[in-house]
């Protein structure tokens, strides 16, 4: 087991191909005739067909990874949720596939629960999420009847019971804990230390004040336990330690009320391979620390093992997905860089701006060549910070190539921008050597229908 890459790769040519970037590609990449391959898909057809910039999922590749998860968390105990947390990539399609898998979603928006309505997807299988729900969300929330709702503060909680008896109903819900753990990841993306803006803390006594008012309110069902520790995980040991302080959590609720937890969400977080050197746990592995992990504390504590969930996002679709681009103009600086400007930047992927994050990249009409050069790439807006991959060693490019920029499934299209006015790319979905629009590329009409004069 690795760790994730906290330094940018050096700034050389690695001279590897297409074939050697395998890892970081969906599982049915492949080099054929120098092109990049996805799904049985040219790329390079692909992008002079579709358009650019264009973001590529692989269908085999998602609903693999969903299987996954059910497979090797069920195979420990029978009773586990796989909880698809839709923040990382939702479409109406995306929904659909985790309906058919079997599994369950997360939303944290009114406007994902739309989503979820939309798409027909069973209401009891939904978890929701959020540290500030507006009463309307709430509101939609339970008129739509959802499945749990997870509690993020005791404003909420008074809010929610409220709304509940306004309705005749009980409303299932879960605490959100934060267990005091720092996982091995970046700042900006650890949720479950003692200073976070989610949930209750345990060391200062919040948690079991929360529990012990829930349980008074009787428009509220306490169900169980949510905690979640960070995102872009890679130290399993990380989880480890979590559960260890959760369970022993859940042995003070029931000595101090006499309840037992039903649930236990054990939030999500599992890493994946953005760089070459990344090496990530697998999900058999992940499966086995989590679910024997809660099953061996509960043990030690006398406890019955709860239901648990698991929920996973980045490790589902983020190596499903890559991002096409056009080659628009080339940029040497003599004895400091090399800029390739592409037809795309921040405003569909603000991940390098924010976090520094560094992704592989290739030209997809010359995968089957070495990368024998170093250049920035970098986007089209009136920033300097505009840069979607640094020092990246590349394929020798020229205007007009399609640069594929690798693992871009997550937290791309969900967090990107109409910047400059540019229009969002639209999302295909490739598989069996087709390929189909499930998000249109957006239009100027697109962003004007807002606009009120």
Sequence with gaps: MGKPSTARPPSVADHKTGHDLMGVLPMTAEVRDGHLWIGGVDTVELARDAGTALYVMDEATIRHQLSEYVKWTRYHWPDVDVVYAGKAFMSLAMVRIVAEEGCCLDVSSGGELAFALRAGFPMERIYVHGNNKTPDELAECLDARVGRIVVDSFEEMERLNALALERGMRQRILIRVTPGVEADTHDFIMTGAEDSKFG??????????????ALELPGLDFDGLHMHIGSQIFALHSFAKAIEVIVEFIAEIKA????????????????????????????????????????????????????????????????????????????????????????????????????????????????????????????????????????????????????????????????????????RPGVVFVKDGGWRWVVRRETYEDLLKCEVG
Excluded: W
């Design 256 to 423: 101090e009320t006499g309840v037992e937890v039903r649930m236990l969400d054990t939030g999500g977080g599992l890493g994946i391979a953005y760089g070459l050197p990344d090496e990530p746990s697998t999900i058999k592995d992940y499966g086995k620390v989590v679910v024997d992990g809660i099953k061996e504390e509960c043990e030690k504590h006398g406890l019955t093992v709860p239901a648990m969930a698991v929920e996973p996002g980045r490790s589902i679709v983020a190596n499903a997905g890559v991002t096409l681009y056009t080659v628009g103009s080339i940029k040497e600086i003599p004895n400091i860089r090399t800029y390739v400007a592409v037809d795309g930047g921040m405003s569909d992927n603000i991940r390098t701006s924010l976090y520094d994050a560094h992704y592989e990249a290739l030209i997809a009409n010359k995968a089957d060549r070495p990368r024998e050069m170093v250049a920035t790439v970098a986007g089209k807006h009136c920033e300097s910070g505009d840069i979607v991959v640094n020092d990246a060693p590349l394929q020798c490019p020229e205007v007009g190539d399609v640069l594929c920029v690798c693992a871009t499934g997550a937290y791309c299209q969900s967090m990107s921008s109409n910047y400059n006015k540019q229009v």
């Design 200 to 213: 209750f803390g345990r060391n200062q006594g919040l948690a079991m004040q929360a529990v012990k008012r």
